[in-house]
């Protein structure tokens, strides 16, 4: 540098982008500008909330009917839990907003067992009332 603060010749100097020229417009050319071609901002900003899972019905009522079939009635409740637990499937794949695939596997596994123990039981009954003696 010099004595007036200015960079001698040897040294680089740095690089500055040149500003772009400035467009100044008159009011007769905004007044012939079409108003289909002047984007408007909207009245109101719409902001969509963020859309969480939210939990399906059938697959918790699969889950009820599944889970109070194995000590109740689990002859005509594992049915049901079958019957909610396959309409939760249906309805799980065709909306990917929904939760609730574990209550769905966990109801079709207690229906199955609701209904396999019910049939044990019955059968069970069913030959051991055979077996007894008349009198």
Request: charged residues 15%; neutral net charge.
């Amino acid at each position: 540098m010099n004595a007036s603060g200015e960079p001698s010749e040897n040294q680089v100097r740095p690089f500055a982008a040149p500003s772009p020229p400035a467009i100044y417009i008159t009011a007769d050319e905004v007044a012939s500008i079409p108003e289909s071609a002047i984007p408007r901002p909207a009245r109101y900003l719409r902001v969509d909330a963020e859309q969480k899972p939210h939990l399906s019905g059938k697959a918790v009522a699969a889950l009820a009917f599944g889970v109070f079939g194995v000590p109740a009635v689990g002859i005509l409740l594992g049915w049901f839990a079958l019957l909610f637990a396959f309409m939760a499937w249906r309805d799980l794949r065709k909306d990917a907003t929904l939760k609730g695939e574990g209550m769905t596997i966990a109801a079709t596994v207690l229906g199955l067992f609701d209904l396999a123990l019910w049939a044990v039981l019955l059968t069970y009954c069913w030959l051991a009332g055979l077996h007894l003696p008349r009198g």
